[in-house]
């Protein structure tokens, strides 16, 4: 019985460890499959972006803008139902192992917006946007690294469909 055990715990170990352990491994582990596009922004372009912005944005979207550690896009083709399946899948299980939780969810017309947030204490640490086309199967996942108030996490949901300063 004790050996049952073990091989079980053994191998809940083997698949907690198998799953990427942030957004940047999630996304980049798409980046050779067909019909994916993957782009990565790192802290230093985000410097870049940040100043480049004190010139065009607000105070607050300037400060926002500091406060990310990188942005990372997963985008998926349309009409590949069974790799969006693959990929709903995929996330789910990152979701899980990563402790992002579901935060809100917009359904307008043929689209689907969800967007999860990863909470350390009373600060989002990670967010990650997950729209889906229901009409062609297209999916667009983007990903938001750095520390977050509960403010800023407002702010971004607020300006749907405006630039927070290019993002």
Sequence with gaps: ???????????CVLIVQAQPTNTKSFVKQYAKKEGFTVVSINKAAMKILSVMSK???R???TAMLSQVDG???LTLDAG???AVEVLETDFAAFCTANRYEKMIEVEESSELVNIYGKLEGEDVTGLIIWNT????SSVNLVCLNGKFTSGDVEKIISNRGKSIAGL
Excluded: H, N, P
Excluded at 1 to 11: A, D, P, R
């Design 1 to 11: 019985m004790k050996s049952l055990f073990v091989t079980v715990f053994c191998c």
């Design 55 to 57: 010139f065009s944005a």
């Design 59 to 61: 105070d607050d979207d």
């Design 71 to 73: 942005i990372y896009i």
């Design 80 to 82: 590949k139902k069974d």
């Design 133 to 136: 086309s229901l009409k062609d």
